[in-house]
């Protein structure tokens, strides 16, 4: 696994733990021990998000560093081969 | 509004193209119980819902539908890659693309084109969430024998991501429902509409 994938595979987890985390908050509003599951996989989410838009460019039209380039239509579609 | 990720909620790598296998698939794109209704259902649904806590459940999962409506769409377009005439012609791919090429258009595995009947919104807690229960377990279903014909484990590993979810969707809807007769006014005892008011007095 690239540098890079290894970065995405954290982000694939960390994103699915917090899908997970928002649906049973939707039902479960006030469960505190959800909360602060919730709490952490966000903390460490936004961090594997921020790594990796630094280091192998944006994930979100509105996070791209615009210098003298539009890196976001450069990168693969993560429906391409080489995109995931 | 919504925001692109521009990254697919679980990753599909399909190396070996199989075009015969991708016209089933494409069920779950725009056939009756595909991702692209469930998406639809849920997100028009959640309008004339009275509680918040399911007004959310309803825009969460109907946004997670659309993620894996994008799975489903990398799956066929990863099984439709490099193909020639002849291999077009002979797994039986050749009635799709006369009219579409390689390109994604919802259709159900049979040829028919998506349609709007294949989910309601009827405006009733109740009845919408019902359906919604009915809904995941027949994606589920659906996945299910999408599974009995897929050989190749880079098929089968994205497939079975979005099998579990249906049932923890299922599971979801339950206590959204639960939520919602929780709610019920004490003299609606015969659980009439509660989001259209005339009904009440």
């Known amino acids: ?84 | 509004m919504w925001n692109y990720e521009k990254r697919l909620q679980y990753p599909v790598k399909i190396t070996t193209p199989n075009p015969k296998l991708a016209m089933v698939i494409m069920s779950q794109f725009g056939g009756p119980d595909g991702e692209l209704a469930a998406s639809q259902r849920y997100l028009s649904q959640r309008y004339s819902m009275p509680y918040r806590e399911v007004s959310g459940l309803l825009t969460d999962i109907g946004t997670e539908e659309m993620a894996h409506m994008e799975i489903i769409c990398a799956i066929v377009h990863q099984l439709t890659r490099n193909l020639t005439p002849e291999e077009i012609q002979a797994s039986g791919f050749d009635k799709y693309y006369v009219d579409h090429t390689l390109g994604l258009w919802p259709q159900a595995a049979g040829g028919v084109p998506f349609t709007s009947t294949f989910f309601q919104s009827k405006g009733d807690p109740i009845t919408d969430l019902v359906e919604d229960m009915g809904a995941e377990q027949k994606a589920r279903t659906t996945y299910d024998n999408i599974l009995r014909l897929v050989k190749d484990p880079e098929v089968c590993d994205p497939i079975r991501f979005l099998r579990e979810r249906e049932i923890v969707h299922f599971q979801r809807f339950g206590e959204g429902l639960r939520i919602v007769q929780d709610n019920l006014d004490s003299k609606n005892f015969y659980a009439f509409n509660p989001a259209f008011k005339a009904d009440m007095k």
């Open chain 1, 1 to 84: 696994m690239s540098d890079r994938q290894q970065c995405m595979q954290r982000i694939y987890e960390l994103g699915f733990a917090m899908d997970e985390a928002i649906l049973f908050l939707d039902t479960h509003p006030c469960d505190t021990e959800a909360m602060e599951y919730y709490n952490q996989m966000q903390q460490k989410y936004h961090r594997a998000y921020d790594e990796y838009q630094q280091k192998f460019g944006p994930l979100n039209a509105r996070d791209v560093n615009c210098g003298n380039r539009w890196a976001w239509v450069e990168l693969p579609w993560p429906w391409e081969l080489e995109g995931c």
